[in-house]
């Protein structure tokens, strides 16, 4: 090689680092800054829990159903009834947390 020149396995490839922007430039997502404000604000309001329905399945069924049915499993197989299915659908009905006040719940039950 010749004096001066190095090797390219020498040389090192740095990106140039991009320089910050002023303060001023870098707040500005919105081009206008009443509709970024009004942007702003609207994220920062606290939002309403999603409904029952409108809850991804996994977070569903751990949140309404995982609760009751797996200590209706669990009762069967300690239990281990002729009728399994029979019987654990008589524990879901007697054991819904959100059955309505008042309702009688399994027929014949008192």
Avoid at 38 to 47: F, G, I, Y
Avoid at 48 to 69: F, G, I, K, S
Avoid at 92 to 99: G, S, T, V
């Amino acid at each position: 090689l010749a004096q001066g020149l190095s090797s390219p396995r020498a040389r090192v490839h740095e990106r140039p680092r991009p320089q910050p922007l002023p303060m001023a430039e870098q707040t500005r997502a919105y081009a206008d800054p009443l509709q970024g404000a009004a942007a702003e604000k609207l994220a920062e309001e606290k939002q309403p829990a999603p409904e029952m329905h409108d809850l991804p399945l996994r977070q569903y069924l751990d949140t309404y159903v995982v609760p009751t049915l797996l200590p209706g499993l669990n009762a069967v197989a300690e239990e281990r009834p002729d009728n399994p299915v029979e019987w654990l659908a008589n524990y879901l009905l007697k054991n819904n947390p959100i059955r309505v006040k008042g309702d009688k719940g399994v027929a014949g039950d008192s």
